[in-house]
């Protein structure tokens, strides 16, 4: 978090991710995961998610999303968040707030007999009254001791998700959020994710684990009771 900022490229921030990852024993889990070159995904304004760190520097005004995935002792742990990049505009502040917001929403809704396939209402419901928009090509995931599995969590209202949650049970929430259209593309790179329109993407993401009450968030921040870094 402390790294980002003007000037800084995606490519220092990513050799920053895997060096601590290494020194604390694990395993940068994107790293050669089908063929992604990288350590982390650095997702800059109009990508929605698996961007590529490179050699561009980050731009006053940016937003920036870097997804961070471990193995370590057997298991995955993936989490991300949107960062400001020196100032942004209000439009652009709303937008990683509504999409931080979605997303605590989402997670006080997870105890055992909840439905998977509701979490996308609850989002959506929330992001309909910001004015923005839910990605519907991707989605939560279980994680466990593999880095993608069931059950599949969709960020969007009237989906089909299957399943009911148990305690035990692990998975990721993790809506992206556009300032447009929901409409995405790839890049030719097969990984980088797009708005169609151009316009921005925010998102925040979480590892979850269902409780016999509710849910731990394994992946929560420690310091300031665990809010993002944009609030810092």
């Not at 400001?84 to 917001?101: C, M, Q, R, T």
């Not at 279980?142 to 399943?163: E, M, R």
């Amino acid at each position: 978090a402390s790294m980002v900022k003007v000037g800084v490229t995606t490519e220092e921030i990513d050799d920053a991710v895997y060096n601590a990852t290494i020194n604390r024993d694990c395993y940068p889990s994107p790293l050669n995961y089908r063929g992604f070159p990288k350590s982390c995904c650095t997702s800059v304004n109009e990508v929605i998610c698996h961007g590529i760190p490179d050699k561009r520097p980050l731009e006053d005004g940016d937003i920036v999303n870097i997804d961070i995935t471990v193995f370590k002792d057997g298991f995955h742990g993936d989490l991300n968040e949107t960062f400001y990049v020196g100032n942004v505009d209000e439009k652009g502040k709303k937008l990683v707030e509504a999409s931080y917001e979605c997303l605590q929403r989402a997670i006080a809704s997870v105890k055992p007999g909840a439905k998977y396939r509701d979490v996308g209402n609850i989002i959506q419901k929330y992001i309909n009254t910001q004015g923005f928009s839910v990605v519907r090509s991707y989605c939560g995931h279980g994680i466990n001791q593999l880095f993608h599995t069931a059950p599949s969590v969709p960020h969007y209202a009237k989906n089909k998700a299957v399943g009911i949650m148990k305690p035990g049970h692990c998975f990721t929430i993790e809506p992206m959020i556009n300032e447009g259209g929901w409409g995405d593309t790839l890049w030719p790179d097969d990984w980088t994710a797009v708005t169609t329109d151009g316009k921005r993407s925010s998102q925040f993401e979480q590892t979850l684990l269902v409780t016999e009450t509710g849910c731990e968030i394994l992946t929560a921040r420690k310091e300031k009771n665990g809010q993002p870094y944009f609030r810092d």
